[in-house]
């Protein structure tokens, strides 16, 4: 049964990077389609970056050319490389998983539908 689990979150200044890892207790290669998904409280969860196969990636336009997702099949691992980031960029950041056929959806769709979810990580940026 497939898990997740999210690291790498923290606080830092706006302009500075993160790197978030979301550790898969199972092969992900292929058959899922996972993504990053973050939420701010009192406010929806909102899609940031998929990935279906080794490298069909989709993108939230506010994370667009800052924010890269990669999935490393054999370390299980799914990445997420923040760069310039801003004070709204500020959230708990989850990774989720769900069937491949799923990744056809919409970004916010998909904050719903894909249901194989990490417990998350705080992202603080300050201004």
């Known amino acids: 049964q497939l898990q997740l689990e999210e690291s790498g979150g923290g606080s830092v200044q706006a302009g500075g990077s993160l790197r978030l890892s979301c550790s898969a207790s199972i092969n992900i290669k292929g058959r899922y389609c996972m993504g990053w998904f973050r939420q701010v409280s009192g406010k929806e969860r909102e899609g940031v970056a998929t990935?279906?196969?080794?490298?069909?990636?989709t993108y939230a336009d506010s994370v667009k050319g800052r924010f890269t997702i990669a999935k490393d099949p054999d370390k299980k691992i799914l990445s997420l490389q923040m760069n310039n980031l801003k004070a709204e960029d500020t959230a708990a950041y989850y990774c989720a998983a769900g069937p491949d056929f799923l990744c056809g959806l919409s970004l916010s769709e998909l904050a719903t539908r894909l249901t194989v979810r990490g417990q998350g990580t705080q992202v603080t940026v300050s201004s």
């Open positions: 990935v279906v196969g080794e490298d069909v990636a």
